[in-house]
């Protein structure tokens, strides 16, 4: 099967539309310094090395999408920062479990670069996706994909109708 067999898995799916926002590794790794607290674009432009115009684009797009907030912080000269909104604090476990990938399978010789440390219990956080209803672990392993309420078989034809759907 070719590459083109597969483009249809990515139509109206949901990791599809969300790596057509946030895939870009720019993307990433600014919405990675908005959730370490990093606010001012200066402060972003240093930290990430990246090039101002590529900065100012990335940061447009993250407001027109509602990740981001652009908030006046001083008058004279007229200066913004960037914030997180709602929408953007949700994308928090998305950064945290890369992170932990990359420092379990692409690991530092010294240690982990940056470790959470956790308010409620004071230790050093080791975040794992788990089952909101029995608290279990969720791994790709021991979960299944079914057609979901916004399934097109013509996206999905790998997964099966449920009973009763056409």
């Known amino acids: ?5 597969l483009s249809h898995r990515f139509q109206g799916e949901s990791v599809g ?17 908005a959730f370490f607290g990093v606010q001012r674009f200066g402060q972003l432009a ?11 684009s990335r940061l447009r797009m993250l407001v027109d ?12 000269p007229e200066r ?8 953007g604090h949700d994308l928090f476990g998305v950064v945290v479990v890369l992170m932990r990938w990359g420092d ?3 690991p530092n010789p010294d240690g982990p670069p940056i470790v959470l440390r956790h308010h409620t219990c004071g230790e050093v ?3 794992r996706l788990i089952c909101a ?13 079914e057609a979901g309420p916004g399934f097109s078989g013509d996206s999905h034809p790998s997964l099966e109708h449920p009973e009763g759907r056409a």
């Open 1 to 5: 099967m070719t590459a083109a067999d």
């Open 17 to 33: 539309r969300a790596l057509e926002l946030v895939g870009e590794r720019w993307t990433l790794l600014i919405l990675r310094e």
């Open 46 to 56: 240093r930290n990430l090395s990246i090039p101002r115009p590529t900065l100012s």
């Open 65 to 76: 999408a509602g990740l981001l907030e652009r908030v006046r912080y001083s008058q004279d």
């Open 80 to 87: 913004y920062e960037y914030r997180l909104t709602e929408v």
């Open 104 to 106: 379990e399978h692409l």
């Open 125 to 127: 956080a080791e975040p």
């Open 133 to 145: 209803h029995c608290g279990e672990e969720i791994t790709a392993r021991n979960v299944t994909p």
